[in-house]
């Protein structure tokens, strides 16, 4: 879980770092072949993208008394 800004560069700088190993792949690799070894990158991806939006869906203060979106139940 994203804590801090600090964190939040980082992960980013992550899924950036992720998106380019897979623009390389494709390049490199067949289609059978990058579909192997591009699934576990994709899932990581996708696990770090979703951690930067919990992190940029909380405000300041949520963030400080460790809120998470994902725990919230919605009552109408």
Same mark, same amino acid.
């Given at each position: 879980? $994203?804590? +801090?800004?600090?964190?939040? !560069?980082? *992960?980013?700088?992550? =899924?950036? +770092? %992720?998106?380019?190993?897979?623009?390389?792949?494709? !390049? =490199?690799? @067949?289609?059978?072949? /990058?579909? %192997?070894? #591009?699934? &576990? $990158?994709?899932?990581? %991806?996708?696990?770090?993208?979703?951690? $930067?939006?919990? /992190?940029? #869906?909380?405000?300041?203060?949520? *963030?400080?008394? @460790? /809120? #998470? &979106? #994902?725990?919230?139940?919605?009552? &109408?």
């Amino acid at each position: 879980m $994203i804590e +801090n800004d600090h964190q939040l !560069k980082m *992960a980013q700088k992550a =899924v950036e +770092n %992720l998106q380019q190993v897979l623009l390389a792949a494709r !390049k =490199v690799h @067949g289609h059978q072949e /990058y579909r %192997l070894m #591009s699934a &576990p $990158i994709l899932l990581e %991806l996708q696990r770090r993208e979703q951690e $930067i939006l919990e /992190y940029l #869906s909380r405000t300041e203060m949520e *963030a400080v008394r @460790g /809120y #998470s &979106p #994902s725990h919230m139940t919605f009552h &109408p």
